[in-house]
């Protein structure tokens, strides 16, 4: 086993990382390399110049998306991670972020600046780019996005949620037909990130939102024709056919030239493959129907003896952006028919927090990462990711430990029969459903053997891999769950993107969900503090002060267990070798710059 360990160590030393660290412009060589795109004026056009080299014109990249693809197009309705990158494919905001440094950097605005007191945001938009219909983008469509959207509460309305402060919404106004302005109550610290936001064409959006929120639930739905569709990013849905595939042309009105003029992107399609889950994945890209995968751990070991001989490269991004959690059913309330969200024996189990506690040392993450990841990770006590500017260091890892564990069951009044069985101290036997979303073989890994470690406490766990709608269902509707295992993308720079999942009457708060009408409701006392700390950490604009706030916030979780964070895996990709202008990060991933990836020799 020593042996083991020590190969895969070396394994992933072998991969050549993409990104060391998130905030430092001194990343490898991978990173370095990468030519950040400049603003160039031409006969009165703003456009972003790529700085990349030079390539060839046509072709296509395959990637793929597993599960039952996407449940919308609309980015303003979109919450699942697919919905969100197909959206993202066709919709630019006013800033991105650097792949390399983390910082805002210019798209759909060519500069911006922000006031000395920090709270007034003037964007200067590009002059003379269009939508994909030929009709200008201008500041209307930013002001009618943000006012008559996001500000409004049209779709998902997460992202209007994390950026309240102190019960106000940030204001913006039109200066010209190229100049906006946002203001926010206060300084923000968080609010420049969220400017990254999908900006609407307003004469498309515009008659859908007078039809009100119960028709924009739909509005560009999958059903929608590909001809319906007018963007302002790299590519257009072509083509979407359900279970399938998802199929994007290039947009011949982007924003974005080479060095000789030539409208970018280069390639003509781009397709994601729903594939479904990731064994059919792999056997996609080994039979060369895929061009680019992100490999498990138990898979790299293979790809690395073949990429010798093969026509594809590895990339090591590092720790994923994103977390891997086990989470517990907090709802003790009752439905508007007087009914328990969940049973009310189940109630008393997962409110104690000696109960939630036991499950955490009994959870052999080490084994994890070792049988599922292939080592190639490490276990994980936090919910910010191992890669995280804002990560809690002084909280510190343990191994599983059973004894302690059954410990923790006794202080509660719990006890094991003779055949080993759990019961409360009402005689009630331990049993509940453990969920995760079917297809994903790794968080089906992880399903099992958390159901086998638990099984050692003499719970009984009903392991139940379902659809993910269906689980999505479960968990923000019907609130009908006892745990499940399931993942949050995230980023490593800013926790504030979480705060819809740690404020009590957010969106995704999803181990204590609240319907609307129920606000913040049985309010406990950790999680009114999470509702502090998140509203005084945005308020903060030091990172001094601010990390103080968010090593709070992860020392709650750490105490309180409503989420049991199990792994970080590393990221590591694979691309065939044809295609040219390759600059993997780990903020930006493999094809963040897809407009510049193009076919070569």
């Given amino acids: 086993m020593i042996i083991g360990v020590l190969c895969k160590a070396c394994l992933v030393k072998d991969v050549p990382t993409s990104s060391k660290n998130t905030t430092s412009s001194t990343e490898n060589s991978l990173a370095q390399t990468y030519p950040t795109p400049k603003n160039v004026t031409i006969d009165g056009i703003d456009y972003l110049q790529s700085q990349a080299p030079i390539g060839k014109f046509g072709g296509e990249l395959i990637s793929s998306t597993l599960g039952e693809g996407p449940k919308t197009f609309n980015p303003f309705n979109s919450k699942d991670n697919t919905s969100s990158t197909m959206s993202a494919v066709m919709y630019d905001g006013l800033l991105s972020t650097n792949p390399v440094t983390g910082q805002p950097s210019p798209k759909l605005a060519k500069s911006y600046s922000i006031s000395p007191d920090g709270k007034t945001y003037t964007f200067e938009l590009r002059k003379g780019i269009h939508w994909s219909d030929g009709k200008p983008i201008t500041a209307d469509d930013i002001v009618f996005t943000w006012n008559d959207i996001i500000f409004a509460g049209y779709g998902d309305t997460s992202l209007r949620d994390s950026i309240v402060i102190e019960g106000k919404l940030p204001t913006v106004r039109k200066i010209d037909n190229y100049t906006v302005e946002f203001t926010t109550p206060k300084p923000y610290a968080p609010f420049i990130r969220v400017l990254s936001a999908s900006i609407a064409p307003k004469h498309i959006f515009m008659p859908a939102i007078k039809k009100g929120k119960k028709y924009f639930d739909s509005f560009l739905s999958t059903n929608t024709k590909p001809e319906d569709f007018v963007v302002s990013g790299a590519f257009k849905l072509k083509e979407y056919v359900p279970a399938q595939r998802v199929v994007f042309e290039k947009n011949p ?44 751990g138990a898979k790299v070991a293979r790809y690395k003896s073949l990429e010798p001989h093969s026509d594809f490269k590895l990339h090591n991004l590092g720790p994923t952006n ?6 517990v059913n907090l709802n003790n309330r009752k439905d508007k028919d007087g009914k328990y969200y969940v049973n009310p024996t189940k109630q008393k189990w997962f409110n104690d927090i000696n109960f939630r506690t036991a499950i955490d040392y009994t959870i052999d993450r080490r084994n994890m990462v070792f049988n599922i990841a292939n080592g190639i990770g490490a276990p994980l006590h936090t919910p910010e990711s191992l890669n995280s500017i804002y990560l809690n260091k002084e909280l510190k890892a343990f191994e599983k430990d059973t004894q302690k564990a059954k410990e923790y069951l006794e202080k509660s009044g719990f006890y094991t029969d003779k055949k080993g069985h759990l019961y409360d101290k009402e005689n009630n036997r331990v049993e509940f459903d453990l969920y995760t979303n079917a297809g994903n073989t790794e968080r089906e890994a992880i399903g099992v053997m958390v159901k086998q470690d638990l099984e050692e406490l003499g719970m009984k766990v009903n392991f139940k891999p379902i659809e993910f709608n269906s689980l999505v269902n479960k968990l923000v509707s019907t609130f009908d769950w006892d745990m499940v295992i399931m993942g949050l993308t ?9 705060k819809n999942v740690w404020l009590s009457n957010g969106r995704l708060h999803m181990f ?11 309010i406990l006392p950790w999680e009114k503090e999470l509702d502090e700390i998140f509203d005084k950490g945005a308020l903060a604009t030091k990172f001094e002060d601010r990390k103080k706030y968010y090593d709070r916030y992860q020392e709650i979780i750490y105490e309180q267990r409503p989420m049991i964070y199990i792994y970080s895996p590393v990221v590591i990709m694979a691309i065939r070798d044809k295609f040219k202008n390759i600059y993997p990060s780990s ?5 963040h710059n897809i407009e510049e990836i193009y076919i070569g020799e």
């Fill in 587 to 591: 903020l930006g991933g493999i094809t």
């Fill in 253 to 296: 009105n982007y924003y974005e030239i080479n060095t000789n003029g030539d409208k970018l992107p280069y390639l003509e399609r781009l397709i994601y493959l729903i594939v479904g889950d990731q064994n059919n994945e792999v056997l996609k890209f080994e039979a060369k129907e895929l061009d680019v995968i992100g490999l498990q």
């Fill in 322 to 327: 994103g977390t891997m959690y086990l989470s």
């Fill in 512 to 522: 204590n969900m609240r319907t609307p009408e129920e606000g913040k409701a049985n």
């Fill in 490 to 498: 995230g980023s490593p720079l800013e926790p504030n993107g979480g």
